[in-house]
């Protein structure tokens, strides 16, 4: 990890593994055009994953303390950065101190922030995508691989009590290592103790092939590993078998999207309905950047960056 050199104009910055694969280094001077920040730089911080905390807390230490540093979106980290530097932010809002996760880092009045803002985000980017009433209508199961910040957004945007009754029939997620799993249970069920929920700790693709196994059909499955982006490969082998009539979720944009392949080989067979992590890129950093430079992301905004980055892709 190298640090930044002080910053001579307003800059965000973006805390990852590859940051400067990303979209956003590209997409960001035109966003700024839209919102009024002209003049305003991106830059990435690339820091290998599950870093020693110490590198995770000089990071949050230089934005602190550097004036034209304005905040950051955090990816990847999320978890094991507020771990690290949590005693370091003067605020943290409602979901990141109940998730143990920050995916923005911002200021205000003197004051260091922290937000867990994947909750909000994800929530926006399932409502292009899951048809309203497909959980009540169906009855199926969110089977979601992987136990860092992302998944923990997602369930719990699915489980908010305004949803009544139009909720997954039962929570399944997957993952390589225990502790992470561990969490992830403990907040599923302090969210929802009354919803049905499984945990399987799943060190291999074909661990997680037999999970998804006895998944009902008309679900939503989803890939938050980080496999396919930042990692080579898939969280399930080239035979697994996915539900039918299932909408199928890679949270990865970019890269080489191993997943997502073999969800349009399934696709034409098991009638599935596959996207990508584009609107949640969107959604995710749209939100952020709101947040760093005290913006309001109008929809109006929004739609001209989502128009905008269309071009791109």
């Not at 990435?44 to 004036?67: L, M, T």
């Not at 978890?79 to 880092?105: C, N, Q, V």
């Amino acid at each position: 990890m190298i640090l930044p050199n002080k910053a001579t104009r307003p800059t965000m910055y973006f805390i990852g593994v590859t940051t400067g694969k990303s979209s956003i280094m590209k997409l960001f001077p035109e966003w700024a055009t839209i919102l009024g920040l002209e003049g305003a730089e991106i830059k990435g911080i690339d820091i290998g994953i599950h870093a020693d905390p110490e590198e995770y807390r000089k990071v949050v230490e230089f934005i602190r303390d550097d004036e034209l540093s304005m905040g950051a979106l955090v990816t990847t980290h999320k978890i094991d950065l507020y771990d690290a530097a949590k005693d370091l932010f003067d605020e943290l809002d409602p979901y990141a101190t109940m998730f143990g996760e920050l995916s923005s880092i911002s200021k205000e009045n003197g004051k260091l922030i922290g937000h867990a803002k994947d909750p909000i985000t994800s929530g926006m980017s399932m409502e292009a995508f899951v048809p309203q009433g497909f959980w009540e209508q169906h009855g199926g199961e969110l089977f979601v691989m992987g136990a860092g910040g992302s998944a923990i957004a997602i369930c719990s945007a699915l489980l908010e009590e305004k949803h009544g009754k139009d909720i997954p029939s039962r929570i399944v997620v997957t993952n390589r290592s225990e502790p992470r799993l561990k969490e992830i249970e403990r907040i599923v069920r302090t969210l929802r103790p009354d919803v049905k929920a499984d945990f399987y700790l799943t060190p291999g693709a074909e661990d997680n092939d037999k999970a998804m196994s006895g998944v009902k059909p008309n679900s939503l499955i989803v890939n938050a590993t980080g496999l396919g982006k930042d990692r080579p490969g898939s969280p399930l082998t080239d035979t697994a078998v996915f539900p039918k009539k299932s909408l199928v979720w890679e949270l990865n944009y970019r890269g080489e999207l191993d997943f997502m392949k073999q969800a349009f080989i399934a696709a034409e067979g098991s009638e599935l309905t596959v996207e990508d992590g584009w609107i949640y890129f969107l959604h995710g950093w749209t939100q952020v950047i709101a947040e760093v430079f005290h913006l309001d992301m109008t929809t109006d905004r929004f739609e001209q960056i989502a128009r905008l980055s269309a071009l791109t892709r």
